[in-house]
């Protein structure tokens, strides 16, 4: 028998604005408002499908026929979700594919969704702009779904972007979400039954920017939580009562408000958290233990406050990173694991972000600095017999050479140098397979600086002291 749609959706939405509330006056979060600029569309009504039968032009459907290979389409609309009953956008009871694209849903305020899924399975919300709408996107007793490469921005005090509630098997990617209490938010069973109808979900690819929390999982479990960016945010991944879920390569950094965690966990345990990178904010616990690395040599996470040392090299700390009684990563990374080396590399030293910049037809892995050494080096990989090349831009400031040295497979390579007051550009080809890059310079940033410029200070006020004294006692000595 088919669920109620009305009285249900009014029993979920009542939860969700009165969960998002609660937490939302704790924190105090404000945040900016932000414009979002759109393509011409055309003005539509909010819109309500309620079952299979309900996919027409009245409703938004532009084409399509349900299938895998022809989906509903529902796209080129403006809808102001202000005059909406539970939602701008709701679909209700469906299991026929659909897509909604290039539309802009915004102003339904504190309790209007822009965009609600109850009980749906095989639908798409896509390129889509949601703003000033609470949630921004919901999906409830979902599963099978699609939320990607959206915008979400501008929301009021305490709004959510993403929201699974008792949803399993969907995927969260590539969105953008800006100016919002908790951007993306899997919720399960909110009365305290551990894990109940939010698993195997997949939240990946994500940018999240401005906002008090980047990713909350509560009451979830078996649940995906990878390759997302978080700045501007006092948490970037808050754990509650989550167990047995993947936490990796997810960069969060901390950059000027509220506390600075990384990652807060409460309650929760069996979760595996490696390869990520944590600048500037480090792990607050109120947990049950969870695995904090991938072993080595694989490594765990970096850390920007780690103290250790890396004596032989290898990129990994040689002591491990403590976080509670229970908790420690045993193979801190010594420097931030990188991706997409299409963007600069970031070297943290010092509490300080160096950025190095790479440009190859190859593909780069494994990159590493290493201070002791005065050294970068990476992997190179590519089609056997063809020849690459990289560029490799290098600020002066972490390391400079004269001369440089730069081995292929440990064997002397010739390079091209170019460079300017701050960064040297270091070029040079290579006959492709997998090779490792060694570049070695003669001064590199010091290990303590603060050390390094105090103690002459220090010596310099010692002198003039016992330079003061003798003074003293030489006019004593004359009178």
């Known amino acids: 028998m088919r669920k109620n749609c009305s009285s249900m959706l009014t029993v979920i939405l009542l939860a969700l604005i009165s969960t998002s509330g609660v937490i939302a006056q704790s924190a105090g979060f404000k945040g900016l408002i932000l414009s979002v600029e759109v393509t011409s569309l055309t003005s539509h009504a909010p819109i309500l499908i309620i079952g299979d039968a309900s996919f027409t032009a009245a409703n938004g459907v532009v084409s399509g026929s349900g299938t895998a290979g022809e989906p509903y389409i529902i796209e080129g609309w403006d809808i102001n979700a ?10 209700c009871n469906t299991t026929r594919h659909f897509v909604i694209r290039d539309v802009f849903v915004h102003d339904g305020g504190s309790s209007i969704p822009g965009i609600l899924f109850w009980n749906v399975t095989n639908g798409q919300v896509l390129e889509t702009k949601v703003t000033k709408s609470n949630p921004a996107v919901a999906l409830a ?38 100016d919002i209490y908790a951007g993306i938010w899997l919720l399960g069973w909110f009365t305290g039954i551990e894990g109940w109808g939010a698993s195997s979900n997949t939240i990946s690819g994500n940018t999240l920017t401005n906002n008090q929390i980047g990713v909350v999982l509560s009451n979830a479990t ?140 190859s593909s780069i892995s494994a990159f590493k600095f290493n201070q002791q050494q005065k050294q970068i080096s990476f992997n190179v990989t590519g089609s056997t017999g063809t020849v690459g090349y990289c560029n490799i831009t290098i600020p002066k400031n972490l390391l400079s050479g004269s001369p440089w040295v730069i081995l292929i497979d440990d064997v002397a390579a010739g390079f091209t ?57 030489f006019g004593a000595s004359t009178r």
């Open 417 to 473: 140098q170019t460079e300017n007051d701050t960064h040297t550009t270091l070029s040079f080809t290579y006959t492709h397979s997998t090779k490792t890059v060694q570049i070695t310079g003669t001064t590199v940033v010091p290990e303590f600086l603060s050390t390094i410029i105090i103690l002459p200070v220090f010596m310099l006020l010692s002198l003039l002291g016992v330079v003061s004294a003798k003074k003293k006692r």
């Open 141 to 178: 007793l979902s599963s099978g779904n699609k939320i990607s490469n959206n915008t979400i921005t501008s929301m009021i005090s305490g709004g959510s972007g993403v929201m699974l509630v008792l949803s399993s098997s969907n995927i969260v990617s590539g969105n953008t979400l800006t």
């Open 222 to 361: 078996s649940n995906t939580v990878s390759n997302n960016t978080v700045t501007y945010s006092s948490a970037g991944i808050w754990l509650v009562s989550a167990n047995s879920s993947q936490v990796s390569r997810n960069t969060i950094t901390w950059l000027g408000f509220g506390s600075p965690w990384g990652i807060v966990m409460r309650n929760s345990t069996s979760n595996k958290i490696y390869h990520n990178n944590f600048i500037n904010g480090s792990a607050l616990l109120l947990s049950l233990p969870n695995e904090w690395d991938d072993g080595y040599p694989s490594g765990g996470n970096f850390w920007s406050d780690y103290t250790g040392t890396d004596l032989n090299g290898d990129g990994i700390g040689d002591t491990p990173y403590t976080i509670d009684a229970n908790n420690q990563d045993r193979y801190p990374l010594i420097f931030p694991v990188v991706w997409d080396y299409s963007s600069p590399v970031p070297i943290v030293w010092q509490e300080k972000i160096y950025r190095v910049a790479l440009s190859s037809n």
């Open 82 to 91: 202000s005059s909406a009953g539970p939602a701008g956008i709701v679909v």
